[in-house]
């Protein structure tokens, strides 16, 4: 029997419907479940640099099957994890989500606190009274936020780390829970903000003595050099210093991502979960050896191997059709000085704790030559944190303190210039690039600070390495898809990590978070013909 032309016109916009929003929605489940894979300090040229070596289903899965972003690029000055991780979740900067560092001077408890730690919350998963960690400082929401919203609850969102602020600002106000270790012992803890105590799931790995038989191992190349041990010595006992700088962490981490798939049932809800696994122990080691050494590729092979099984897992688990999965990092990182040093590059390594000294010592010359004063606190490279209390005393104004800690910074450090704080308030920045990622580095939390200008190339450590410049080799960071939504291919044009959100959350059919400035990257989404072709039916069955 024929349809009516009206009634076959309906069915044929039902199904063009369904075809080209199967893509994405949020409120059917579609996809189950959303990974976002963040590898803390894994630089943007990693990915082509041991191409050749990685396994079927690692990063190839990206590299051959995923829509590969390869110009994306930091637009800040502060390249480091809590910045970083909030940034990739909120789709904003500094100047929008508030965390422009991993710690900070706070003028009201007079002390230095993290990015995440909260008074009004405890740790739950070790003994003892411990003061636990939340999103609280975040002054923008993320996209398990929205997507929480978006379905009033129905999606379930979680973060994991082994460092907090890695699992808790990817999780969000609205997060089902944020679950990183316990650094001395290993142990999975989370805090009274999500729940008041582990779930038992949690609490059995705990138990099993899992993170405990990770010490005393050997990591050997596949050559049979050892690279790392895991033994405990008199002075180093902790989990986090000697394990985490190994592939057990990496896997270790997997593992607890894997069983909480299992025990909280994501992807088999009736709107799409998302979960976050931020994977720490590449930056644990990279600070120590630098990315240039035969101990950084093994662990970008080792992470390639863990990989591929944790996908293996999604796809036993949810179905790979059923997943989407992004992959990015917080910052990279900048060469050892001396591997810079070797090819003639002007790099050097500088003695934090000493040019404080010497900053202090400038300053109380100027301003208070017959008593020595510290007017700078501690210099984070290439931040310095200014002693507001100090200059008070003396009756200087802000802009002039910190005008004054900038130009001692220039003198004593060899910083190229500098912003301070109150300038960054008022937005008083040149019209430049440059200018733009010192603007976007500002957030009124904490007290008076001025970010320099360094030179490139240089650190402020004198062993190993570090991040948090505005140069290329911290900025540049993967930004790769893998799922129905995305077109595979290599996409070559600028993009940033701010993108992320954005596209995520226009592809779900939800909002950006509030705080979103980046672009849906609208080139490598597989649906674009689709839509336009429906739209067109649409108007026509009219």
Request: hydrophobic share 40%; with cysteine.
């Amino acid at each position: 029997m024929k349809l009516p032309f009206r009634r076959l016109a309906v069915v044929l916009l039902v199904l063009l419907w369904q075809t080209v929003f199967s893509f994405g929605s949020a409120y059917n489940g579609q996809p189950k479940l959303i990974v976002v894979v963040v590898i803390d300090q894994f630089r943007g040229d990693y990915l082509a640099r041991y191409q050749d070596e990685y396994v079927p289903g690692g990063f190839r899965l990206f590299l051959e099957r995923g829509a590969n972003f390869t110009d994306c690029n930091y637009n800040y000055v502060n390249t480091i994890t809590g910045p970083g991780h909030a940034t990739l979740f909120t789709g904003a900067y500094s100047n929008g989500h508030g965390i422009r560092a991993n710690e900070w001077w706070d003028p009201e408890k007079k002390k230095f606190v993290t990015s995440v730690e909260d008074d009004d919350s405890k740790l739950v998963g070790i003994g003892g009274k411990h003061v636990g960690s939340s999103p609280h400082n975040l002054q923008a929401d993320t996209l398990g936020d929205e997507l929480r919203l978006a379905t009033q609850g129905k999606s379930r969102v979680f973060g994991i780390s082994l460092k907090d602020r890695a699992a808790v600002l990817p999780a969000g106000f609205a997060g089902n829970g944020a679950y990183w270790i316990d650094a001395k012992t290993g142990a999975w803890v989370t805090s009274t903000y999500y729940r008041p105590e582990l779930p038992a799931w949690a609490e059995a790995i705990n138990q099993s003595g899992r993170a405990e038989k990770l010490f005393g191992l050997e990591w050997k190349d596949k050559h049979g050099n050892v690279l790392r041990t895991t033994k405990k010595t008199a002075e180093e006992t902790s989990f986090f210093e000697l394990v985490g700088p190994t592939p057990y962490s990496v896997q270790y981490e997997l593992d607890f991502a894997q069983e909480l798939i299992r025990q909280e049932k994501l992807g088999t809800g009736p709107a799409t979960d998302f979960l976050s696994v931020s994977l720490s122990a590449n930056d644990i080691l990279g600070h120590d050896v630098g990315p240039d050494t035969p101990q950084m590729h093994a662990m970008a092979l080792a992470l390639d191997e863990a990989l591929a099984g944790f996908f293996h897992f999604l796809d036993q688990q949810v179905g790979l059709d059923n997943v989407w999965i992004a992959l990015s990092a917080d910052h990279g990182v900048a060469p050892a000085p001396a591997a810079a040093q070797r090819l003639h590059i002007p790099a050097t390594g500088l003695d934090g704790g000493r040019l404080v000294k010497e900053l202090n010592a400038e300053l109380s010359a100027k301003f208070s030559p017959t008593a020595a004063q510290n007017f700078v606190r501690d210099l984070d490279y290439p931040s310095a944190y200014v002693n507001e209390d100090a200059f008070g005393a003396l009756k200087i104004s802000e802009d002039d303190a910190e005008r004054a800690v900038g130009e001692a910074l220039v003198k004593v450090v060899g910083m190229r210039g500098f912003y301070t704080r109150a300038q960054l308030a008022r937005g008083d920045v040149p019209n430049t690039e440059l200018g733009a990622k010192y603007l976007h580095s500002y957030s009124p939390l904490g007290g008076w600070f001025v970010i320099g200008v360094p030179t490139p190339f240089t650190i402020g450590y004198l062993t190993g390495t570090s991040h948090g410049t505005p140069y290329t080799y911290d900025t540049h960071v993967p930004l790769s898809f893998y799922g129905k939504a995305f077109r595979p291919g290599y996409y070559r044009g600028h993009s940033e990590p701010v993108d992320l959100a954005a596209t995520l959350a226009s592809l779900l059919g939800i909002n950006a978070p509030t705080h979103a400035v980046g672009r849906v990257l609208s080139e490598a989404l597989a649906e674009q013909t689709g839509a336009s072709h429906a739209t067109k039916t649409s108007k026509e069955g009219q």
